[in-house]
């Protein structure tokens, strides 16, 4: 399923069997929960408890690439192995045409992880998520390359709001509307996909350099850059952010000894950028 983040490998929430499979077929740990991806506000009051906070984001971001975790509400709607036998779902409804389509079409929640095996950058375009685990699929929508490129958000709101994993949606635009956010507790199973070594390509990846060493791929950043894997020339971090995952892969076919990233400024997108490159390169626990 394309999503406006990136593809998703899509089953029927309320399917554990279904469930199960997308599980295997990604390889994931079947403690790290799935998201339950819904049509639209009507059906995300149905199997989450939404205060007024919830209310508040949900308003100002969906459709779009913002994931809110919150208590659940139908435990039937998504199932217990979807939730990773939480008393919480994530919910979000996603910015994609085909992605509504799909999900209104089943009248219910579609739990759609990055349709990479686990621990692998998330796919960004139709062939990616082929080749990622295309051949576990029934059938597979072709939405085009994905607007963004970078996963949605993850918001918590079971207590006070947290930042459980940072995304397309930037800290600065949900503080804007809830306030300040808490920092994430250091307790992986919240959201497991803040564990280290994700989103990583077979090269080992360096960050920060300012020059490659021979034999290294470069993904270079601005006006300075060089070579094919520019992320930005203009030194744009939403245009990084849609390159980011392709051009890893695209740098990691040519087998080099390692794949080195210049320096990405923090600010805005850049927040989520480095974090899924502290990821790729293993270091964030
Ligand atoms: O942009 C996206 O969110 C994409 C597209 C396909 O929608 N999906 C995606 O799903 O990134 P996935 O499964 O790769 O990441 C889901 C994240 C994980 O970090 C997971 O731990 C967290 O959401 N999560 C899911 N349910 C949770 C819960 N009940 N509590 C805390 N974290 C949860
Ligand atoms: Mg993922």
């Given at each position: 399923m394309p999503t406006e983040t990136v593809y998703g490998l899509a089953?029927?929430?309320?399917n554990a069997r279904a469930v199960a499979a997308v599980y295997a077929a990604k390889g994931r740990p079947s403690f790290n929960p799935l998201i339950a991806h819904v049509s639209d506000l009507a059906m995300a009051r149905r199997i989450a408890r939404f205060d007024a906070r919830a209310e508040a984001l949900a308003a100002a971001?969906?459709?779009?690439p913002l994931t809110l975790v919150l208590p659940a509400a139908d435990t039937a709607a998504v199932c217990d192995l979807a939730r990773a036998g939480l008393d919480t779902v994530a919910v979000r409804a996603p910015g994609h045409p085909l992605a509504h389509a799909l999900i209104a079409a089943l009248g219910g929640p579609v739990v759609a992880p990055?349709?990479?095996?686990?621990?692998r950058p998330s796919p960004t375009t139709y062939a990616d998520a082929m080749e990622e685990t295309g051949e576990a699929a029934a059938a597979a929508l072709d939405g085009?390359?994905?607007?963004?490129g970078l996963e949605s958000t993850v918001v918590g709101l079971l207590d006070e709001a947290r930042l459980l994993r940072p995304g397309a949606v930037t800290r600065a635009q949900i503080e804007a509307v809830i306030g300040p956010l808490a920092e994430a507790e250091d307790?992986?199973?919240?959201?497991?996909?803040?564990?280290?070594?994700?989103?990583?390509?077979?090269a080992p990846v360096r960050l920060e350099v300012t020059q490659a060493a021979p034999g290294e791929a470069w993904l270079s950043f601005g006006p300075s850059g060089t070579g094919?894997?520019?992320?930005s020339p203009g030194g744009d971090l939403a245009e990084a952010a849609a390159n980011l995952f392709a051009y890893l892969r695209a740098a990691d076919r040519t087998g080099p000894t390692g794949i080195a990233v210049a320096p990405i400024p923090s600010d805005g997108l850049g927040e989520a950028i480095n974090d899924r490159l502290r990821r790729a390169a293993g270091f964030v626990g």
């Open positions: 089953a029927d929430a309320a971001f969906w459709p779009g990055s349709a990479n095996r686990s621990g085009g390359p994905c607007q963004i307790d992986a199973k919240r959201s497991p996909g803040r564990l280290a070594r994700h989103y990583a390509p077979n094919p894997w520019n992320l």
